[in-house]
């Protein structure tokens, strides 16, 4: 099984649906990472947390909220969804003191029409 | 200026070249620095970290220099399968979340 899996892996919406992506993690990492990715920008940070009762908006967070239900979860969700929210959202993972870097999951590529 | 820069390519390199690639921050108080391969469509995944001596992993050596604020990605003896896109990533220590990945640069190693 994958140190970091999300789901769905690709999902079709339609403008205005609520959404939601899911994370889990077996890596026992307190810190856990919400990313987009679209062409030519690189990757954008969501939101992040730290542990479970710490929750913190990143660059781009308009539009989006999480939940961090355990140590191992934590979704996204898009409230109401718009087309320019198509992109590529990744779930990532660090210990407390990242000097390993990151583990991230497969990926969600998100469409929404 | 971003505060991580990266040239986005590609880079076309036949195999067996040797290609380096540059990362510039702005933060002079960055203190990790990393190196990430991403293959298309895919996750990220951690090729290597930088350490400040320089550090080196079968092919690939990564150098950092302070001075100058870049890390640098060596790839000798390119193999068709290190065509990715190589994403720098720097980390500082200052208040708040400090961690900052490159666009990314794309490498097509050709027969």
Redesign the interface.
């Known amino acids: 099984d994958a140190d970091v899996t999300q789901t769905p892996r690709n999902r079709i919406t339609k403008t205005g649906k609520r959404i939601m992506l899911e994370c889990s993690q077996t890596k026992g990492h307190d810190r856990m990472y919400w990313y987009r990715q679209d062409p030519g920008l690189g990757l954008r940070l969501i939101y992040y947390s730290f542990d479970v009762k710490d929750i913190n908006k990143g660059e781009i967070s308009d539009g989006y909220s999480v939940s961090r239900q355990a140590q191992a979860k934590f979704s996204l969700s898009l409230e109401s969804a718009i087309p320019n929210q198509t992109a590529l959202y990744f779930c990532a993972t660090s210990d407390s003191t990242e000097a390993r870097g990151y583990t991230f999951g497969s990926g969600t590529r998100l469409t929404v029409v | 200026r971003k505060e991580v820069e990266q040239d986005?390519g590609p880079f076309n390199v036949p195999e067996g070249a040797t290609v380096a690639f540059n990362c510039t921050y702005s933060n002079s108080a960055s203190q990790?620095f990393?190196w990430?391969r991403q293959d298309c469509?895919?996750?990220?995944?951690?090729l290597m970290?930088v350490y400040s001596s320089g550090n080196e992993d079968g092919r690939f050596t990564a150098q950092l220099n302070r001075a100058s604020q870049y890390i640098s990605l060596l790839i000798r003896d390119s193999k068709l399968s290190d065509s990715a896109t190589y994403?720098c990533?720097v980390?500082g220590n200052t208040g708040g979340?400090k961690?900052i990945?490159?666009?990314?640069t794309r490498l097509f190693v050709k027969a």
Do not use: H, I, N, Q
Not at chain 2, 41 to 46: A, C, V
Not at chain 2, 101 to 104: D, E, K, T, V
């Open positions: 986005p990790s990393f990430y469509r895919k996750e990220p995944k951690l970290s994403l990533v980390r979340f961690t990945f490159g666009a990314g």
